[in-house]
């Protein structure tokens, strides 16, 4: 989907005061990065490595793993269409609703799709398909599936392909990566982009078994991953305790967003385990929502009608810093009285 997505404030040509469309981390890169990345400017008078091959060692020693299990990729999005490829024509489940990139890709390459509602799965569903996409937590609804694990383990005949973007955002539950050991069905995308606010340089991995690994590895293509990606995800490895979110903060200043939107009556707030959230608006839609807020308050929020099984009043909302978030109380109470 070339459109569609959140974070298109380029546009419009109102000036947009807040993002709240984006669940990137709001408070921008590491400190240092920028400063370190400009060090290695000269770098990119040279082509960067074929496939990221240091960069992979520095991923597998955080993980305790073997390098053979790791493939660095240009951001999570390439991972799911390498995969897609590496299954052409296979059948496949996707949980929904989900990022749309798991059943574009899938189309591009002919899978036989079907749809599983998320609150399904929750029952441990038997799968007869080859493939199943889920992420975990959940975009845009922010759910988490603790019990993943125990329905990987049920299922041994699918691969269980696990996106985590976003489960740096969430207290609920841990990274599957520490027991990908144990689940030969089990692969895992985890991108760098979003708890280090660097979705423009494009920056994640995949985490499975050497032989998924080698699958992918043969049909990538070579360079993806450009010379300043290659370097920032190197900064994170070696800062990698400095660096990392103020979680509870977010996660708390989340819960009173949540707690002041919820007394608005022209609104409905979902449960979400992240720092983003789901809504609908029970006037118009979420369309003319975003149109209202933009054009009157300079606030960009995620229209999530194009989401498969959400509606036209859905939209999605990231918190971000106390101040931002009173200017989207104050409008949002505006617009139910619009």
Not at 28 to 40: A, D, H, N, R, S
Not at 116 to 124: A, G, M, N, T, V
Not at 130 to 150: H, M, R, S, W
Not at 275 to 295: G, M, N, R, S, V
Request: proline share 4%; charged share 20%; aromatic share 12%.
């Amino acid at each position: 989907m070339l459109e569609g997505h959140g974070d298109d404030s380029y546009r419009y040509s109102k000036k947009i005061i807040a993002d709240f469309s984006t669940n990137v981390w709001y408070g921008g890169e590491p400190l240092g990065l920028k400063e370190y990345i400009f060090e290695q400017w000269s770098a990119i008078n040279r082509y960067p490595e074929v496939m990221a091959e240091s960069l992979c060692e520095i991923v597998a020693a955080h993980h305790d793993l073997k390098s053979d299990r790791i493939l660095i990729n240009s951001g999570t999005t390439e991972s799911i269409y390498l995969i897609a490829q590496a299954f052409s024509g296979k059948k496949t489940t996707i949980i929904t609703p989900a990022f749309a990139e798991y059943e574009d890709a899938c189309k591009l390459f002919h899978h036989d799709l079907t749809f599983l509602p998320w609150s399904k799965i929750r029952e441990f569903p038997a799968l007869s398909t080859d493939l199943v996409f889920i992420c975990n937590p959940n975009n845009p609804t922010g759910e988490a599936f603790p019990q993943l694990e125990n329905w990987i383990q049920q299922n041994p005949q699918t691969l269980f392909v696990v996106d985590e973007a976003f489960i740096d955002f969430t207290l609920q539950i841990r990274s599957s990566i520490r027991v990908i050991s144990r689940f030969p069905n089990l692969l895992i995308m985890h991108s760098l982009t979003k708890a280090y606010a660097i979705p423009g340089l494009r920056l994640g991995y995949v985490v499975a078994s050497e032989d998924l690994i080698s699958n992918l590895k043969s049909i990538k293509q070579p360079w993806t991953v450009n010379t300043m990606a290659l370097q920032a995800g190197k900064f994170i490895f070696e800062n990698y305790q400095q660096i990392q979110i103020p979680l509870q903060n977010l996660l708390s200043e989340k819960e009173r967003f949540v707690q002041k939107l919820s007394q608005n009556s022209s609104l409905k707030i979902h449960e979400s385990a992240t720092h983003f959230f789901l809504a609908e608006t029970q006037k118009d839609d979420a369309a003319k929502l975003k149109q209202f807020l933009i054009e009157k308050h300079g606030l960009l929020i995620r229209d999530a009608s194009n989401f498969r099984d959400l509606s036209k009043q859905h939209f999605r909302i990231a918190t971000l810093s106390p101040e931002r978030n009173n200017l989207l109380i104050e409008a949002l109470d505006e617009w139910r009285n619009y």
